[in-house]
């Protein structure tokens, strides 16, 4: 019954690897969002999507690549990875008119070796 | 510019009332969110102000004043489980949600 879920929970690579972290939401949201959360715990959206479309692309390296095959589903892919990466990643989803109430899922902690 | 400014820790005491700001600078203005996250946890809503006034929901409340473009989060009767990190978001123009960078609350017995 879990609202929102991401795997893995915990990534740890080596630099210039690829790798992908899925997220999927059972709330019938249509909102659905990619956060980084750094080592100070400062948390910044990277991308959202409305209904399978992308409608927020902050200023993130091109390394790093979305994808919604569904409104339930939006996956995040990052190549080359780099040190400056590790960080926690976290899902979320929202209604796209309740965008202050968001629902966040428990987050995959990245390290990059 | 957009930023959102708390105070990076608080400390209190059980059964003690804290209040935790926040002041922000945003293009557009819709409402002001709080979150709670324990560590290692995923950030948990808690409350929305889009109004000026205190919203209540239990032991927790929260505040708004636009014309000031300042809130704060309240909460009574604190527990030990209280302890966590609190953050102050609010939605622009663009539709994102931009984070405070976290109030870390420590309660002490």
């Known amino acids: 019954d879990t609202a929102v879920s991401q795997t893995p929970k915990y990534l740890v690579t080596q630099m210039g690897n690829d790798k992908s972290i899925k997220c999927e939401q059972n709330l019938g949201h249509d909102t659905m969002y990619w956060y980084k959360q750094d080592s100070k715990k400062f948390l910044k959206i990277m991308f959202s999507?409305?209904?399978?479309?992308?409608?927020i692309n902050e200023t993130v390296p091109n390394r790093f690549s979305p994808k919604s095959p569904d409104k339930a589903h939006l996956n995040l892919h990052i190549n080359s990875l780099e040190l400056g990466d590790s960080a926690v990643y976290f899902c979320?989803?929202?209604?796209?008119?309740?965008?202050?109430?968001?629902?966040f899922g428990p987050g995959t902690r990245l390290l990059v070796l | 510019g957009q930023s959102l400014e708390q105070p990076s820790e608080v400390t209190a005491v059980e059964g003690a009332i804290v209040q935790m700001n926040c002041t922000y600078q945003?293009?557009?203005?819709?409402?002001l969110s709080w979150y709670q996250q324990h560590d290692g946890g995923a950030p948990t809503f808690l409350s929305y102000?889009?109004?000026?006034g205190l919203e209540e929901t239990g032991r927790f409340s929260s505040f708004l004043s636009r014309s000031d473009s300042y809130g704060y989060l309240l909460l009574q009767e604190l527990q030990m489980k209280d302890s966590a990190s609190y953050f102050c978001?609010?939605?622009?123009?663009?539709?994102?949600?931009?984070f405070g960078q976290g109030t870390e609350l420590s309660v002490k017995p």
């Open positions: 945003t293009s557009g203005f819709y409402g």
């Open positions: 999507y409305n209904n399978k479309e992308l409608i």
């Open positions: 978001a609010v939605e622009n123009q663009g539709g994102k949600l931009i």
């Open positions: 979320a989803s929202s209604h796209p008119t309740g965008r202050e109430t968001q629902y």
């Open positions: 102000n889009a109004l000026d």
